[in-house]
């Protein structure tokens, strides 16, 4: 049988710029300081694949939003980020620190690989785990790369998708399901019943392996970094575990986008317009717009610039995944849209509009779908609808809308036009983009 490949194969990063565009000068200063200096362009840090492979495993639970071997949590992936939170939120510092010299203590040990075995009885089904049934971006990143690496397995087991609690469930889960993956929808179940299993064929991801295991591979992938680069000290802190999310993708989301993309018609790509804004459906029973100020002159701005506005919700997924693929420029407020960036170009630039309170809480989740595309990824920081009366709220008090004021509208039609007349900016080859490692 072949040997099991590396837990980390060198990638190619996005291209990050974070730009921050408050009409309050002091308020710019803060979000400065709070910018990365690994993920300030042009520097472009590496980035790894982390390895996703389908597992055996026996006595695995699946349910109460974790998966777990025996009387041992699984830590993969974003599960095991969720893992690690519930973990944390019981602990005090001086726990927190005795659990991370732990795991430090374990990568020292002696390193013992896992084994590789022989494909079992295909009477053996497969399980995936999903965090809920209605939010697009943890479906798109986390549920449906475990699908992706399923799909390469030749098998008619049935697949068991376990969720919390499934009155909740979009139709938008198996829609891409059916779409994407026709071969396996009619084996897919969508469960939120908790379930042992004696046996089950699990999707495992890497990602938190690199701080549990001292993995010679991992050494040797990383061995041509300067001795200061943060590859080289690989923890369970949570410094580092934000770290890897960052620098991370998993081979499955590169899957499904190989997967994806081989399922559009090359005319109706072509067809997409080049420059879109991506807005929420307002005629949507569900609508649940954040309110926004200065939406309205942005878009008549964009408008100029030759954007059109589309909706996802009204496209089917090939329709969304065709739209994100044929786009040479995208913007839109944040939001779960982003996720799309699985799809985008190379060649496509990508402008994000936050606010301080996106920053502070919500910056690096969509590095990982950018890195996979490798586009050119920037996050436009506005204002805080109502900041100037209340300062940056925290995200405990809910997600606020955006103020699109003077100063982020002309952050992003600068952007636009710095890179929509720039030609080789703009229209840098695949051809050089694919020589990098």
Not at 2 to 28: H, K
Not at 390 to 406: K, T, Y
Request: charged share 20%; net charge negative; with cysteine.
């Amino acid at each position: 049988m072949a040997p099991c490949p590396p837990p980390i194969v060198a990638g190619r990063p996005s291209r990050v710029r974070q730009i921050a565009a408050s009409d309050l000068t002091s308020l710019n200063r803060k979000m400065h300081v709070r910018m990365e200096a690994r993920w300030r362009w042009p520097k472009n840090p590496p980035v790894y694949e982390t390895l996703s492979c389908v597992m055996l495993a026996e006595d695995a639970t699946f349910g109460q939003r974790r998966v777990s071997v025996g009387n041992r949590v699984v830590l993969s992936a974003a599960a095991g980020d969720r893992v690690w939170k519930s973990v944390l939120n019981k602990m005090d510092s001086a726990q927190e620190a005795a659990l991370n010299e732990g795991f430090a203590q374990r990568k020292a040990k002696p390193f013992h690989p896992l084994p590789v075995v022989d494909p079992p009885n295909d009477d053996v089904p497969f399980a995936v785990d999903m965090r809920n049934g209605y939010n697009f971006y943890h479906f798109l990143t986390e549920a449906m790369p475990q699908l992706a690496v399923i799909s390469e397995v030749e098998s008619g087991a049935p697949i068991y998708v376990h969720l919390p609690v499934l009155d909740h469930l979009k139709g938008f889960v198996p829609a891409f399901v059916q779409a994407i993956y026709p071969q396996l929808a009619h084996r897919v179940e969508i469960t939120d019943t908790p379930t042992r299993y004696p046996k089950v064929r699990l999707v495992y991801n890497h990602r938190h392996y690199l701080y549990q295991s001292g993995d010679p591979q991992v050494a040797q992938a990383v061995a041509h970094l300067p001795e200061d680069d943060p590859w080289h000290r690989v923890g369970s802190d949570r410094l580092t575990r934000k770290f890897l999310l960052k620098s991370t993708y998993d081979t499955g989301q590169r899957l499904l986008r190989e997967h994806a993309l081989a399922r559009l018609v090359p005319a109706t790509v072509d067809a997409q317009p080049e420059r879109i804004w991506i807005g929420r459906d307002p005629s949507r029973e569900d609508f649940k717009q954040r309110p926004n100020s200065g939406e309205s002159e942005l878009l008549e701005a964009l408008a100029g610039r030759g954007f059109d506005v589309i909706y996802m919700e009204k496209l089917s997924p090939l329709e969304q995944v065709a739209a994100i693929n044929g786009a040479e420029m995208i913007v839109a407020p944040h939001g779960a849209a982003f996720s799309h960036m699985l799809f985008a170009r190379p060649t496509a630039t990508v402008i994000e509009i936050g606010t301080p309170q996106t920053q502070l809480h919500r910056w690096g989740d969509f590095l990982g779908n950018a890195h996979v595309s490798r586009c050119r990824y920037s996050t436009v920081f506005a204002d805080v609808e109502g900041a100037e009366e209340m300062g940056v709220p925290s995200i405990m008090d809910g997600h606020r809308g955006i103020h699109f004021g003077a100063a982020a509208q002309s952050a992003v039609l600068d952007h636009i036009d710095r890179f929509g007349s720039d030609s080789q900016a703009a229209h840098e080859s695949i051809e050089s983009l694919a020589e990098a490692p």
